[in-house]
């Protein structure tokens, strides 16, 4: 693959070697398509996951990354533990970093 790209740009006529800017110039722009479409979005869903995680309250319905819903009905700012209503008289205990998302009410 390196070899198409350095053999897209032609060698100059004179016999000097090219120019070192327009040789990496593709990489760099491979480098922030790949940050602007990729790594970024990635950075921000994570940001407003922590977020999410940080201001959820007793009596909020979630959804945990397996799947199961329940309410909270335990919770503490230190522990990294919440305590899920899942049936009647179902309590589960989930870390907080299984909540995959709230459920709107």
Same mark, same amino acid.
């Given at each position: 693959?390196?070899? &198409?790209?350095?053999?897209?740009?032609?060698?100059?006529?004179?016999?000097?070697?090219?120019?070192?800017?327009?040789?990496?110039?593709?990489?760099?722009?491979?480098?922030?398509?790949? &940050?602007?479409?990729?790594?970024?979005?990635?950075?921000?869903?994570?940001?407003?996951?922590?977020?999410?995680?940080?201001?959820?309250?007793?009596?909020?319905?979630?959804?945990?990354?397996?799947?199961?819903?329940?309410?909270?009905?335990?919770?503490?700012?230190?522990?990294?533990?919440?305590?899920?209503?899942?049936?009647?008289?179902?309590?589960?205990?989930?870390?907080?970093?299984?909540?995959?998302?709230?459920?709107?009410?």
């Amino acid at each position: 693959m390196i070899q &198409w790209l350095l053999a897209m740009a032609p060698p100059p006529a004179d016999g000097s070697s090219p120019n070192p800017i327009l040789t990496f110039l593709p990489f760099v722009l491979m480098i922030v398509v790949v &940050w602007f479409l990729l790594i970024r979005p990635q950075r921000k869903r994570a940001k407003e996951h922590t977020t999410m995680l940080g201001a959820l309250q007793k009596g909020d319905k979630v959804v945990t990354n397996s799947g199961m819903l329940g309410t909270i009905v335990g919770i503490s700012d230190g522990d990294p533990v919440v305590v899920l209503k899942v049936g009647d008289d179902t309590k589960v205990e989930f870390l907080k970093t299984a909540i995959a998302g709230k459920m709107d009410k």
